[in-house]
């Protein structure tokens, strides 16, 4: 599962770290900048020494030991500058520590609890994709107390799956990988649930590849995708629309 899972998520947090690193950062940048520019105005020293003063702030009274000039107002500023870069670190460490803590930790502990619940589910229904049409399965299937993994390849379809209390796992439903990764070989029912015909006829056709066994159903456009979508295994073959009109006719 940490192929499909993990990967979409990580760079998501990658991201997110980088761009809330890039202030603290610039702080630090702009401290360290500040100080060199001020110990060689100031101390009349050159880019090196500046560097090193900001290291080893003793150093500044032994130069001043050897050489005329402002110790008291070069020692005065770098107190400033320091606790100007003491600053600029913690910020950058608490940054650090809240991605990893509050995000990436927490990530990774949804995964493995997701990862270790799909290996103990036998006969559960995975839905290929999470939009109005997987979503209407999944809440018909609620009631019914049907274990149920969701596969969702966008980011807020797959969230949302999340807080709907539903398992789910982020990637492509077509890879065997992932579909291995939902338990496809302990599976009871596959939905190929995605917006687009093709994807789900190739659910379908790797799905039963994998679970010789396991029950294909099949959300195509319109009757021409039918008998391709029953060559490739499907036992049932759903066309929203039809089964929309079929509904309001019996009402009727």
């Avoid at 003063?53 to 107190?79: M, N, Q, R």
């Avoid at 039963?208 to 039918?226: C, F, M």
Wanted: a negative charge.
């Amino acid at each position: 599962m940490k192929r499909s899972l993990d990967t979409p998520l990580r760079a998501v947090v990658r991201r997110q770290l980088l761009r809330q690193l890039l202030r603290p950062v610039a702080a630090f940048a702009a401290a360290v900048a500040i100080g060199v520019a001020g110990f060689v105005s100031m101390g009349g020293v050159g880019v090196v020494d500046a560097l090193f003063w900001l290291l080893d702030p003793t150093s500044i009274e032994l130069h001043f030991e050897a050489h005329e000039g402002p110790e008291t107002l070069v020692k005065a500023y770098a107190v400033v500058v320091l606790s100007g870069l003491v600053v600029a670190g913690l910020w950058i460490g608490e940054t650090v520590f809240s991605a990893a803590f509050g995000g990436q930790i927490q990530t990774e502990l949804k995964h493995m609890q997701i990862e270790q619940a799909v290996a103990d589910l036998r006969g559960h229904v995975i839905i290929c994709g999470y939009g109005t049409f997987g979503k209407t399965i999944a809440r018909a299937l609620k009631p019914t107390d049907r274990d149920v993994v969701v596969i969702e390849s966008q980011d807020a379809e797959f969230q949302r799956a999340l807080d709907d209390d539903l398992l789910a796992i982020q990637g492509n439903a077509r890879r065997e990988e992932t579909l291995r990764d939902a338990g496809v070989e302990r599976a009871g029912v596959v939905v190929g649930a995605i917006d687009d015909s093709n994807a789900n006829i190739q659910i379908a056709m790797n799905a039963s590849q994998i679970a010789p066994s396991v029950r294909l159903v099949v959300r195509v456009g319109d009757e021409t995708y039918e008998q391709l979508a029953r060559r490739a295994g499907a036992d049932r073959v759903i066309i929203p629309e039809v089964a929309s009109a079929e509904q309001v006719t019996s009402m009727l």
